[in-house]
């Protein structure tokens, strides 16, 4: 039984420093927006020149209007016509033209809104203050959903990503999952009884006592590894939608400050990370692909009761939050 459906949340849309002078396409539910600074802060309207259709995306930002580049009309943030050259008669009007959304910055990232403010503000974990991070922003070919799961699945890293994470090789141990609600979402907490198998938990994973892989509405992942001292690593991934469902994914890694400098562990862990999502995308443009030629909308799936977090993910997105104190063994 749900206690609540949240409302419109904040979504991260893109690096705060890939917005410069010119204006910004980027996807918000898969609607395609353009994205400006105005004077006033973050302007984001709909990315289509009402005249002809062309990407407003494409065009120029003048002062707080933001230009077509076909015919030179200019609108506000309001999404008002506030210029059309060649029109000697041509008066601002306040007729909205353009669907809108609302825009802020925080934490060096871009987030967007459509219809009423939120009453939340946009989500930074608490690690963002005390850890010292980096950004990355890539795509995957695939549905949200399935992407997601991709994220907080440890049962694909002995075969996907084998060496890496977990070895197909070694022998299985037991690990006890709990999984639990948050504020927004869902989380798992995986207690294992030995180490990863894989060469990562070798470099990374001395002192680790537990891992925890979090869903967040309206579509945030954390993948966090503790140690007794508190969070040692963790991955925040803002992911949205673009056009034909593919999604794109800020990858925010945390790293705790300790002697070993930051720069240090993120050079050794990047390379990790991105043969990992290499591995990762490819299976899920495959997965993605497949499901495509069979027709069938939303995919027909097994679901066992070791896919534990897919239901989870599937109601953290629709916003549907329910008391959750599950308990599990996998062997991993
Ligand atoms: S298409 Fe934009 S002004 Fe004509
Ligand atoms: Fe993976």
Redesign the pocket.
Known sequence: MSDSHLPPAWVAVARASALKRKPLSVYYQGEPVVIFRDGAGIAALEDR?P????PLSQGHVDGSHIR?V????QFNRRGELSLMPGDPDFRPCSRQLLKTYLGCEKEGLIWLVAGEAPTGSPFVPEIHSTHAYRTASVSIAAPLVDVIENLLDPLHTHSIHAGIIRSDKKARHRCDVTVTHVRDGYQATYVEQHRQSGVLSRVFGGGIIKSVGRIRYPGIVEIEYHSARGIELAVVIYLHVREDEACQLIVRSYFRRGVVPVCLKAWVLFPFQWVTFAQDRRILELQHKTNRRAHTEPPAYIVTHCDIMRRYIERALAGDIAHTDEHKVLML
């Open positions: 020149c005249h002809r259709g062309v077509c076909y015919h030179g009309w």
